[in-house]
């Protein structure tokens, strides 16, 4: 079992920053994949970015590149994901998820999930 806690969200200007984390407990975190999705209010859940266990490798939704960055330490148990250049349109609960097997952008093959932390953006 791994034990997912967000962290960071709030309420920003269009334009703003936040930076989200992701603590995890439980088994070896280094040897998971770990996610970003979001959710806004009566749509699904989508990917927003992926990091490998070793960090090594990321992926981005289109959305979301060359404004959002992934990264983890490992040491802290612990994956980070720094919002740039925020968007009203990036308001959703953001949820992070974990899975030995796959960083894929499918929320329903993940097999951990933290409970989310709300992202609002102010226009």
């Known amino acids: 079992q791994v034990q997912l806690v967000e962290s960071g969200g709030g309420l920003v200007q269009t334009g703003g920053s936040l930076s989200l984390s992701c603590a995890a407990s439980?088994?070896?975190?280094?040897?998971?994949?770990v996610s970003w999705f979001r959710q806004a209010p009566g749509k699904e859940r989508i990917f927003v970015a992926a990091i490998t266990w070793s960090g090594g490798s990321t992926n981005y939704a289109d959305s979301v590149k060359r404004r959002f960055t992934i990264s983890r330490d490992n040491a802290k148990n612990t994956v980070y994901l720094q919002m740039n250049s925020l968007k009203p349109e990036d308001t959703a609960v953001y949820y992070c998820a974990a899975d030995r097997n796959t960083w894929s952008t499918r929320a329903d093959v993940y097999d951990y999930w933290g409970q989310g932390t709300q992202v609002t953006v102010s226009s």
């Open positions: 439980g088994r070896t975190f280094s040897n998971y994949y």
